[in-house]
């Protein structure tokens, strides 16, 4: 506990700790801190590094991807494990770390931004972080089951999930956990924003990231059910003889496709929509401007979330649709592009002639607008049906969404931390290690996945362990990148985040920004226990504290 907030909102001197030790409502040490939390910041904190671990499991999977791609031939493992691997790097991927961690970056900021004193439900808070805990066990143990983990890709296409081992039941159960976690903390989002905002700060006064995920947290609400009802309906037809995706029952397995697309499109939005939160709150804080457009920016947002609903179908291109779904999904698809593209605008119209600086957060937010836009723009190919038709389930695809994800959501979960974590640590990061952090993984995953173009071009199908001479010299380049990628990650945790953590650096003043705005900055660095007791008084941007 490193300061104290006095029922004014003000940090207690260390005359006053006696006096004002009730306010800290005895912080519990040790163990049961952590077990036992229902602090928002510990909880964030929790939710942050488990999903840095989940990274590094499914990080290990990539790699071992990609070093059996390194050349021809079957060199480490057979297909079937290699089956596995990609089933499993997708499915850790996108539940264990990328949705985590932005419910961690929720947990930690939405509170403070919004001068609320913790979350709504602060038990649930506590119960939906630990429920990840034996859902990542059971989807990593599953690679010890008779006949190793899932191998039917991370979308879980039936027929083949019909044929898996009983590791297939392991992973719909942990996906289910996984889902009900999904649901509390997006309840708990929605509540918070929409109940326990300080006086004066409407809706449109919000800081943008609790907006997006205010959005994103609707979204979850209404597409986990149907991700639920998909695999609830694959364990049927596994074990109690129905045939929903069965066709020697009269089951299509097509179906499985439409219902998975619905929620797949929506949770790529999920993944996207927070990042998107971060960098409209970076970016206007080093180029020393207000963000462009704030309304067009929610309007753009609502809609994106809106669209999402009805493009589903473009996964599902050369399954035999009709010619009028085609063109229908075909034009929904172009058409989301433009409210991306009025965020993409609004964040450069924001730099322009700005006074900006490029310390590491604004690195990786400008990293972040360049290299998504690219991955934008190989998905508006995507959406041109006769195009797809050939590129469907190529290298073209896994580079297409990788460029959103990786350099999408992860860049701005980085970017994210270099702004937060002297808010959250007390401490200032290693600006040259942030900088060399931000360097190593923008080249070394531009060298990953800008040659997967290519191949996919050239017609190399994605998930297959071999392949012939004709896509050697590609592939060697890729996997030689995404080693260099991922020990930058690896740099990352011990370099930067470990000495951070441990308060190893020169001391955070409370607002290392000089053109941050938002309650986060009226609070000290660190971040007391309990912030905001009292809700606080605005002034009329509601961005500062009054008195």
Not at 88 to 106: Q, T
Not at 215 to 228: D, N
Not at 437 to 456: E, K, Q
Request: glycine share 8%; hydrophobic share 55%; proline share 6%.
């Amino acid at each position: 506990m490193s300061a104290v907030l006095d029922p004014h909102g003000h940090a207690a001197g260390h005359g006053d700790h006696a006096h004002d030790e009730h306010h800290d409502h005895h912080a519990p040490t040790g163990w049961r801190r952590w077990v036992f939390a229902t602090n928002h910041k510990d909880i964030g904190t929790l939710y942050l590094l488990f999903s840095f671990t989940m990274l590094m499991v499914g990080g290990v999977l990539a790699l071992l991807i990609r070093a059996e791609l390194f050349q021809p031939g079957l060199q480490l493992v057979n297909p079937e494990l290699f089956n596995q691997f990609t089933t499993m790097h997708g499915l850790i991927m996108v539940f264990g770390a990328i949705m985590p961690a932005f419910v961690g970056f929720a947990n930690w900021m939405i509170p403070l931004q919004v001068g609320a004193s913790d979350m709504a439900f602060a038990r649930m808070n506590n119960f939906s972080f630990w429920l990840l805990i034996p859902a990542a066990l059971m989807l990593v143990g599953s690679f010890f089951m008779p006949g190793g983990a899932p191998a039917a890709g991370w979308t879980l296409y039936a027929p083949l999930t019909l044929q898996m081992g009983p590791s297939m039941d392991a992973g719909i159960f942990a996906m289910h956990i996984m889902g009900a976690s999904s649901i509390m903390g997006s309840i708990n989002i929605i509540v918070t924003i929409l109940n326990m905002r300080a006086p004066g700060m409407t809706l449109m006064k919000m800081p943008m990231f609790c907006w997006t995920w205010l959005i994103t947290a609707y979204l979850l609400i209404a597409v986990m059910p149907v991700l639920a009802g998909a695999i609830t309906m694959t364990l049927t037809d596994r074990h109690f003889g129905t045939s929903f995706f069965n066709p020697a029952g009269g089951g299509d397995p097509v179906m499985y496709q439409h219902i998975f697309w619905f929620f797949g499109h929506p949770e790529v939005y999920i993944m996207i929509l927070p990042a998107f939160g971060i960098i409209s709150q970076v970016v206007p804080a080093f180029a020393r401007k207000k963000l462009f457009g704030y309304a067009s920016m929610v309007y753009a947002t609502s809609s994106i979330a809106i669209l999402s609903f009805i493009v589903w179908a473009h996964h599902m291109f050369t399954t035999g649709m009709p010619l009028t779904g085609q063109l229908f999904f075909m034009y929904a698809t172009m058409l989301i592009a433009v409210p991306t593209a009025v965020k993409i605008f609004n964040w450069i119209a924001t730099m322009w002639q700005g006074s900006m600086t490029f310390e590491t957060p604004m690195l990786f937010a400008v990293g972040f607008i360049f290299v998504f836009t690219m991955g934008g723009f190989t998905g508006l190919i995507l959406a041109v049906a006769p195009i797809d038709t050939q590129l469907q389930d190529t290298y073209y695809v896994v580079a297409h969404f990788h460029y959103v994800l990786v350099a999408g959501s992860l860049f701005a979960m980085f970017s994210g931390f270099y702004y937060w974590a002297p808010k959250w640590t007390g401490v200032m990061y290693n600006e040259t290690r942030g900088k060399v952090h931000f360097w190593w993984s923008l080249i070394s995953f531009n060298v990953t996945f800008f040659p997967m173009h290519f191949l996919g071009l050239a017609g190399m199908p994605r998930r297959y362990a071999d392949y012939p001479m004709q896509f050697a010299d590609f592939n060697a380049v890729a996997s030689v990148g995404a080693f260099f990628f991922g020990f930058a990650q690896l740099y990352f945790f011990l370099f930067i985040v470990l000495p951070t953590m441990r308060g190893k650096g020169e001391k955070a003043a409370q607002k290392p920004w000089e053109a941050a705005e938002g309650l986060e900055w009226e609070v000290p660095s660190p971040a007391p226990f309990h912030t905001f007791e009292n809700p606080p008084k605005l002034d009329a941007t509601a961005t500062k504290v009054i008195g």
